[in-house]
Nanobody, 129 residues
Framework: QVQLVESGGGLVQAGGSLRLSCVASGRTASGRTFEYYVMGWFRQAPGKEREFVAGITWSGSTQSYSDSVKGRFTISRDNAKNTVYLQMNSLKPEDTAVYYC?????????????????WGQGTQVTVSS
């Protein structure tokens, strides 16, 4: 079982920045270790469904973003540290949500929460206007 632990959330004013981190340990049910995971960041605001924010391939060579964060957020990973990051710039009040990292195995499925095998506990991001 993979364990994912997020950190870095908090309260920030609109226009500010935050950097989220997610540290992974363990293996998936199929025996994969971190360097072979597709990693994703999702978020869920009160009363809304969980939505895809960003994803990154196992090598880090390819990233994918939702239209709402493209150009403002950057996903990256350090396989030596078993860590994936989400740099969030130019934050807006509508970015307020609980942010989750997730580990999966299929890049084509990166947009769907159902395609991810393991989830962190989430970290709250609140952007004030």
């Amino acid at each position: 079982q993979v364990q994912l632990v997020e950190s870095g959330g908090g309260l920030v004013q609109a226009g500010g920045s935050l950097r989220l981190s997610c540290v992974a340990s363990g293996r998936t049910a199929s025996g994969r270790t971190f360097e072979y995971y597709v990693m994703g960041w999702f978020r869920q605001a009160p009363g809304k469904e969980r939505e895809f924010v960003a994803g990154i391939t196992w090598s880090g060579s390819t990233q994918s973003y939702s239209d709402s964060v493209k150009g403002r957020f950057t996903i990256s990973r350090d396989n030596a540290k078993n860590t994936v990051y989400l740099q969030m710039n130019s934050l807006k009040p509508e970015d307020t949500a609980v942010y989750y990292c997730a580990a999966g195995s299929r890049w084509p499925g990166r947009f769907s929460a159902n395609e991810y095998d393991s989830w962190g506990q989430g970290t709250q991001v609140t952007v004030s206007s």
